[in-house]
């Protein structure tokens, strides 16, 4: 979703002590915005996140880069971009990147847009390593030449057995998906709508027989008064029709909760989902503070959190109560060289 340029200036805050085995949310400070995630070639995991300032000693960061071997314990690698990607007129911002491993390169989908875009744009940029730096590939489409406003937020889906990749995007003006080229470079044919109006930062995954469209409602980004929630749809075919837990199409209505206000944090949403070696799935999000919900210049502080998700009997994902954990709970399982 929307991120902000933060102008503050402050140190990433200490992690919290917590026992062996656990980890308490959240896992990136102070600064983690729209986070998305890849288990590299490597075997490390790598988290990207919207072009923000983060420290006086770093400064504006052109889409972080941070490495993990456990989901927990995070360490900074530098940035995706050397500069800023010129190829859209005027003042943009870097948000909401996707990152993508097929043809045996590293692809980061991005937005450039700034808040009230008339024309905002996605783009993508390739690196033979998850650290990049990236080489800008250019544009897309933008809002203009695809024909939906406010065309931010991309995510990709890979259907390995098909070899096909279907990039899904938009903002309050509805999701829609459209074919990539094979190269990843192009998009190819008709776009399609698969949910309404109410979304923004859609997240697809395929599991036992059902696609799950995630996607964020609410107002990201105003501090202790924010309402972003987390909401899943799912479908038996990956362009639709996605529907919530009534049966109820999510072009037409809302999706079914997966996470929502906890009595910490708040603000909970823009996903990505990861996988352990036990084969649970882990939700990457970010979340607000109430105790510490902005930066010194009045941003909103968006740290990156970690839950696992609870799959219900019939099939649905969701979070413990439907809210953040905000007590020591057990990390991923990773197995050890």
């Not at 639709?240 to 809302?254: K, T």
């Not at 968006?302 to 009997?313: G, V």
């Amino acid at each position: 979703m929307f991120g902000l340029v933060l102008l503050a200036c402050e140190t990433p805050q200490a992690p919290i002590d917590v026992e062996p085995d656990t980890y308490r949310n959240p896992v990136l400070t102070p600064v983690f915005a729209d986070p998305t995630i890849i288990r590299a070639e490597d075997g490390y995991f790598y988290a990207y996140a919207t072009e923000d300032f983060f420290t006086h000693e770093t400064g504006v960061r052109y889409v972080a880069i941070f490495r993990s071997a456990n989901l927990v314990d995070w360490e900074d690698m530098g940035d995706a971009f050397t500069s800023k990607p010129s190829w859209k007129p005027g003042n943009s911002y870097i948000w909401a990147p996707d990152i993508q491993y097929f043809n045996g390169q590293y692809y980061l989908y991005y937005s450039l847009s700034v808040w009230h875009d008339p024309n905002p744009a996605i783009g993508v940029a390739v690196s033979d390593t998850p650290t990049g730096p990236f080489e800008d590939q250019g544009m897309l489409f933008d809002s203009a030449s695809i024909g939906v406003p406010n065309s931010i937020d991309p995510f990709v889906y890979h259907d390995e057995e098909n070899d096909e990749k279907w990039m899904f995007w938009g903002s309050w003006h509805g999701i829609w998906a459209i074919r990539l080229s094979a190269d990843g470079l192009r998009v190819e044919g008709d776009k399609f709508q698969v949910a309404g109006g109410l979304f923004e930062a859609a997240y697809v995954i395929h599991r036992e027989g059902y696609y799950y469209l995630f996607v964020s409602t609410g107002h990201c980004c105003d501090g202790e008064n924010s309402t972003y929630e987390l909401k899943v749809g799912r479908s038996t075919g990956l362009l639709g029709p996605y529907v919530n837990r009534m049966g109820q199409s999510l072009l037409q209505h809302d999706g079914a909760l997966v996470v929502g206000d906890g009595s910490r944090y708040i603000g909970n949403g823009h996903n990505a989902v990861i996988s352990d070696d036990a084969g649970d799935d882990w939700l990457i999000y970010h979340g607000i503070d109430r105790l510490n919900p902005r930066l010194p210049n009045g941003a909103t502080r968006r740290p990156m959190m970690l839950d696992k998700i609870i799959w219900t009997a019939d099939g649905w994902p969701q979070l413990v109560n439907f809210r953040p954990s905000e007590q020591p709970v057990q990390v991923p399982y990773i197995k050890e060289d």
